[in-house]
């Protein structure tokens, strides 16, 4: 079965490490996102990518970097970690306009 | 002010209830409607989808959507204790967008339902 996959499930990292954060798709799907989901803000956009080659940054981007050299990964990076970025980080992906977007399990980022 | 408002709850209903979750949203242009379940440290699903005003009923639940008024509903008959989740609004991309892909979602309220 098709399927989104996100790793590592956990992360522990030190304030001002880089931390990259992986998001696979099996559905063949154009648009990927990536989201994080905090206490009283739900989710909010990091980054979305209609395709390979193409990023665009989203409502929360400052600190955070993708790129889309293939269709099925969008890797998340964060370049210098700040505990403000401890979080719950989603991968979404979707086909077309307005078609369903499926998500991750989901990623605990940890930044002490 | 936000595109998507929703109440975060939590809501604490009985087993059996009927659970009204609701949403408004900002942007008249938007036509495409969603609601998403995400259960505890899960990624959200999706529940429900409807297109431009009405009801679109799927087994114990309904999504509903005024535009008139910019405000979308999600009704839950006879409630389980499995439905216990929060439950995510989400509206599409303005038609007059250019193909923005992008579903912004509401906060998310938080259900209990309890035996």
């Known amino acids: 079965d098709a399927e989104i996959t996100q790793s590592p499930r956990h992360k522990i990292t030190e304030t001002g490490r880089q931390v990259t954060l992986a998001c696979h798709q099996t559905?063949?799907?154009?648009?990927m996102f990536w989201y994080r989901q905090d206490l009283g803000h739900g989710l909010r956009l990091i980054h979305y990518?209609?395709?390979?080659?193409?990023?665009n940054k989203g409502e929360v981007s400052d600190g955070y970097s993708v790129s889309r050299s293939n269709t099925e990964d969008l890797p998340l990076t964060l370049e210098s970690a700040a505990s403000s970025q401890t979080s719950v980080y989603f991968c979404?992906?979707?086909?077309?306009?307005?078609?369903?977007?499926?998500f991750g399990q989901g990623t605990r980022l940890t930044v002490v | 002010q936000k595109e998507v408002e929703q109440d975060p709850g939590p809501l604490s209903v009985p087993e059996g209830a009927i659970v009204s979750l609701n949403c408004t949203y900002s942007?008249?242009?938007?036509?495409?409607f969603m609601w998403y379940r995400q259960y505890s440290r899960k990624g959200p699903e999706l529940l429900m989808y409807?297109?431009?005003?009405g009801n679109k009923e799927d087994g114990r639940f309904t999504a509903q959507v005024d535009k008139s008024s910019k405000y979308i509903s999600l009704f839950i008959r006879d409630s389980q204790p499995s439905d216990s989740a929060t439950y995510l609004c989400?509206?599409?991309?303005?038609?007059?967008?250019?193909?923005?892909?992008?579903?912004?979602f509401g906060r998310g309220t938080s259900l209990i339902v309890h035996p």
């Open positions: 979404a992906s979707s086909e077309g306009l307005n078609t369903e977007a499926f």
């Open positions: 559905w063949n799907h154009n648009n």
């Open positions: 990518s209609y395709g390979v080659q193409d990023t």
């Open positions: 942007n008249s242009a938007f036509q495409y």
């Open positions: 409807t297109y431009s005003s």
């Open positions: 989400a509206v599409g991309p303005p038609t007059a967008s250019g193909g923005s892909y992008i579903p912004t």
